[in-house]
C-alpha cells in the first residue's frame, strides 16, 4: 500500500510531455539551418513539425518547472545558433518573398494554409526561444548569433513603436488557424501575417529581457550593440510612452496578454502586466548596471528621453552621484547660505554678468515666436520672457501668457528693489 501511494505521488509529480526524453534528443539532433530557396520544401516542413513539437514540450516543461533537459539538448547539440538562424531566414523570407505572392495576380493556391505555416515558423521560433532563453548557459550558447538575436529584437521592437505612435496596432480577436484553410483570399492571409508580426515582436521583447539578464557573461560587442548601435533604452522608453499592448475600446481599457486582448477592471488598472513588467526590468538591467553605464553615451538627447521615465533616471542618478552629494552639500553650506550684504552684491554683480541682451546676442539661434514658431524680432517688455513676430500674436497669447507674465514682473521687480535697498545702519 505504501508503495502504490508512493508511485502515484511519483507519477503526479511527472510533467505532461509531447515527448520523451529519447524522442526530444533525436528531434534536437535533427535541427539544421535551411537556405531561403528551400524554405517551403518536405524537409522544411518536417523540420517546422519539429519545432512545433519542441516548443510545445518546452511550454510543457517550463509550466511544471522541469525544462532542464531540453534547455541542455539545445546546449549540448550547440542547436540554439541553427535556431536563431532559421529565424532570420524565415523573418527574410516574409519580408521579400511572401509580398511579391500577395501581389501576384495569377497566383491563386488551392489552400493557403501551407504558407500560413510558413509565417507561423517565425512565431513557433521566438516562442521556443522565449520559453529556453531564460537560462544563462542557452545564452550563452548562442555565441556570435547573439548579436543577430539582438538586431532581430531591435528591429521587432522599432517596428512596434513605430505602429502604436501611429494608431496602427491591431486590436481584433486573432481567428482560430484552422478558419484558415478554407482561406482563398491572399489578402485575409496577409492580415493574419499582420497580427502574428505584433506577437512575435513581444515575444521578441521578452528574448531582449532575457538578454540583458546576462550582460555580466555577454561578449563586449554585445552591450556595445544594445547600447550605442541601437540605443536600446531609449526605444524601451519610447515604449512605456506608447504602450502598445493596452487601448481604449469603447471607454474600456484592454490589454493584451497570454495571446489576446482582454477588458481590465477598473480595480486593477494599475497592476503592471508581465509585458510592462519586461519593459521595466530591461530598462533596469541597462541602466543600472555598472558596465553598461560606463558604456552608455548620457547626451542631451538620451537625458531627454530617459526622462520620460523619471522613476528609472532618479535610480541612474542616484547610482553615480556619491560625490555630488559632497559637492552639493559644499554649496549648500558655503554658497547659498551668504548674508544679506552678500547677497545684495551678488545680486549686483549677477545683474551685470547675466544681462538678457547679452546672453541672447552670443546665442547663435535667432528667438521662436511663441505662437506661431516663426523668427521673433519683439519681447514682452515686462517679463522679457517671450517672444513674438508681431503684436497679433501678442495679443492671441495673452490670456496664457497673463498669469506668468505677472509673476516674472513682480519677481523681477522685487529683485531690483532688494539691489536698489539702502544699507541698514548699524546699531
Same mark, same amino acid.
Given at each position: 500500500?505504501?508503495?502504490?501511494?508512493?508511485?502515484?505521488?511519483?507519477?503526479? $509529480?511527472? /510533467?505532461?510531455? +509531447?515527448?520523451?526524453?529519447?524522442?526530444?534528443?533525436?528531434? !534536437?539532433?535533427?535541427?539544421?539551418?535551411?537556405?531561403?530557396?528551400?524554405?517551403?520544401?518536405?524537409?522544411?516542413?518536417?523540420?517546422?513539425?519539429?519545432? $512545433?513539437?519542441?516548443?510545445?514540450?518546452?511550454?510543457?516543461?517550463?509550466?511544471?518547472?522541469?525544462?532542464?533537459?531540453?534547455?541542455?539538448?539545445?546546449?549540448?547539440?550547440?542547436?540554439?545558433?541553427?535556431? !536563431?538562424?532559421?529565424?532570420?531566414?524565415? $523573418?527574410?523570407?516574409?519580408?521579400?518573398?511572401?509580398?511579391?505572392?500577395?501581389?501576384?495576380?495569377?497566383?491563386? /493556391?488551392?489552400?493557403?494554409?501551407?504558407?500560413?505555416?510558413?509565417?507561423?515558423?517565425?512565431?513557433?521560433?521566438?516562442?521556443?526561444?522565449?520559453?529556453?532563453?531564460?537560462?544563462?548557459?542557452?545564452?550563452?550558447?548562442?555565441?556570435?548569433?547573439?548579436?543577430?538575436?539582438?538586431?532581430?529584437?531591435?528591429?521587432?521592437?522599432?517596428?512596434?513603436?513605430?505602429?502604436?505612435?501611429?494608431?496602427?496596432?491591431?486590436?481584433?480577436?486573432?481567428?482560430?488557424?484552422?478558419?484558415?484553410?478554407?482561406?482563398?483570399?491572399?489578402?485575409?492571409?496577409?492580415?493574419?501575417?499582420?497580427?502574428?508580426?505584433?506577437?512575435?515582436?513581444?515575444?521578441?521583447?521578452?528574448?531582449?529581457?532575457?538578454?540583458?539578464?546576462?550582460?555580466?557573461?555577454?561578449?563586449?560587442?554585445?552591450?556595445?550593440?544594445?547600447?550605442?548601435?541601437?540605443?536600446?533604452?531609449?526605444?524601451? +522608453?519610447?515604449?512605456?510612452?506608447?504602450?502598445?499592448?493596452?487601448?481604449?475600446?469603447?471607454?474600456?481599457?484592454?490589454?493584451?496578454?497570454?495571446?489576446?486582448?482582454?477588458?481590465?477592471?477598473?480595480?486593477?488598472?494599475?497592476?503592471?502586466?508581465?509585458?510592462?513588467?519586461?519593459?521595466?526590468?530591461?530598462?533596469?538591467?541597462?541602466?543600472?548596471?555598472?558596465?553598461?553605464?560606463?558604456?552608455?553615451?548620457?547626451?542631451?538627447?538620451?537625458?531627454?528621453?530617459?526622462?520620460?521615465?523619471? !522613476?528609472?533616471?532618479?535610480? +541612474? +542618478?542616484?547610482?553615480?552621484?556619491?560625490?555630488?552629494?559632497?559637492?552639493?552639500?559644499?554649496? !549648500?553650506?558655503?554658497?547659498?547660505?551668504?548674508?544679506?550684504?552678500?547677497?545684495?552684491?551678488?545680486?549686483?554683480?549677477?545683474?551685470?554678468?547675466?544681462?538678457?541682451?547679452?546672453?541672447?546676442?552670443?546665442?547663435?539661434?535667432?528667438?521662436?515666436?511663441?505662437?506661431?514658431?516663426?523668427?521673433?524680432?519683439?519681447?514682452?517688455?515686462?517679463?522679457?520672457?517671450?517672444?513674438?513676430?508681431?503684436?497679433?500674436?501678442?495679443?492671441?497669447?495673452?490670456?496664457?501668457?497673463?498669469?506668468?507674465?505677472?509673476?516674472?514682473?513682480?519677481?523681477?521687480?522685487?529683485?531690483?528693489?532688494?539691489?536698489?535697498?539702502?544699507?541698514?545702519?548699524?546699531?
Amino acid at each position: 500500500m505504501v508503495t502504490a501511494s508512493v508511485a502515484l505521488e511519483a507519477a503526479m $509529480e511527472e /510533467p505532461l510531455a +509531447v515527448l520523451l526524453p529519447g524522442e526530444a534528443e533525436v528531434l !534536437v539532433g535533427e535541427l539544421k539551418s535551411f537556405p531561403l530557396r528551400a524554405v517551403g520544401e518536405h524537409g522544411w516542413f518536417r523540420q517546422h513539425e519539429y519545432i $512545433e513539437k519542441l516548443n510545445m514540450q518546452a511550454l510543457l516543461s517550463a509550466s511544471a518547472g522541469h525544462e532542464q533537459l531540453l534547455t541542455e539538448l539545445l546546449v549540448n547539440y550547440a542547436k540554439i545558433p541553427t535556431l !536563431v538562424e532559421e529565424l532570420i531566414t524565415v $523573418e527574410i523570407w516574409k519580408q521579400k518573398i511572401f509580398p511579391i505572392l500577395c501581389r501576384l495576380k495569377d497566383f491563386k /493556391p488551392k489552400s493557403t494554409f501551407p504558407i500560413y505555416l510558413v509565417l507561423h515558423h517565425e512565431a513557433s521560433i521566438i516562442n521556443l526561444l522565449e520559453t529556453v532563453f531564460f537560462h544563462k548557459e542557452i545564452c550563452e550558447s548562442a555565441e556570435d548569433t547573439i548579436l543577430d538575436l539582438i538586431d532581430y529584437s531591435h528591429r521587432k521592437l522599432t517596428l512596434l513603436a513605430a505602429q502604436s505612435a501611429c494608431g496602427k496596432i491591431l486590436h481584433e480577436k486573432k481567428p482560430h488557424p484552422e478558419d484558415l484553410q478554407n482561406a482563398t483570399s491572399m489578402q485575409e492571409l496577409k492580415k493574419q501575417a499582420e497580427m502574428m508580426e505584433f506577437d512575435i515582436s513581444l515575444k521578441a521583447l521578452s528574448v531582449l529581457r532575457f538578454i540583458t539578464d546576462q550582460i555580466e557573461s555577454l561578449p563586449v560587442s554585445a552591450v556595445t550593440r544594445m547600447l550605442n548601435t541601437h540605443n536600446f533604452p531609449c526605444l524601451l +522608453v519610447q515604449l512605456v510612452e506608447h504602450c502598445p499592448w493596452s487601448c481604449f475600446e469603447e471607454g474600456k481599457l484592454k490589454k493584451y496578454e497570454n495571446g489576446g486582448w482582454y477588458v481590465v477592471p477598473h480595480e486593477d488598472r494599475m497592476k503592471m502586466t508581465k509585458l510592462e513588467g519586461q519593459v521595466w526590468i530591461a530598462l533596469y538591467n541597462l541602466l543600472l548596471n555598472a558596465e553598461c553605464q560606463r558604456k552608455y553615451n548620457f547626451d542631451n538627447f538620451n537625458k531627454s528621453q530617459l526622462l520620460k521615465v523619471p !522613476v528609472i533616471w532618479d535610480h +541612474v +542618478v542616484r547610482e553615480n552621484s556619491g560625490k555630488w552629494h559632497a559637492i552639493a552639500k559644499h554649496q !549648500v553650506n558655503n554658497m547659498f547660505s551668504p548674508s544679506e550684504e552678500e547677497l545684495r552684491s551678488q545680486a549686483c554683480r549677477w545683474a551685470q554678468t547675466y544681462n538678457l541682451d547679452v546672453i541672447e546676442a552670443l546665442i547663435p539661434e535667432k528667438p521662436n515666436c511663441a505662437v506661431c514658431g516663426s523668427e521673433a524680432a519683439k519681447r514682452c517688455s515686462r517679463c522679457r520672457n517671450e517672444w513674438y513676430c508681431r503684436r497679433e500674436c501678442q495679443v492671441q497669447h495673452w490670456q496664457k501668457h497673463k498669469k506668468a507674465c505677472n509673476l516674472m514682473a513682480d519677481a523681477l521687480k522685487k529683485i531690483e528693489d532688494d539691489v536698489k535697498m539702502p544699507k541698514k545702519p548699524t546699531e
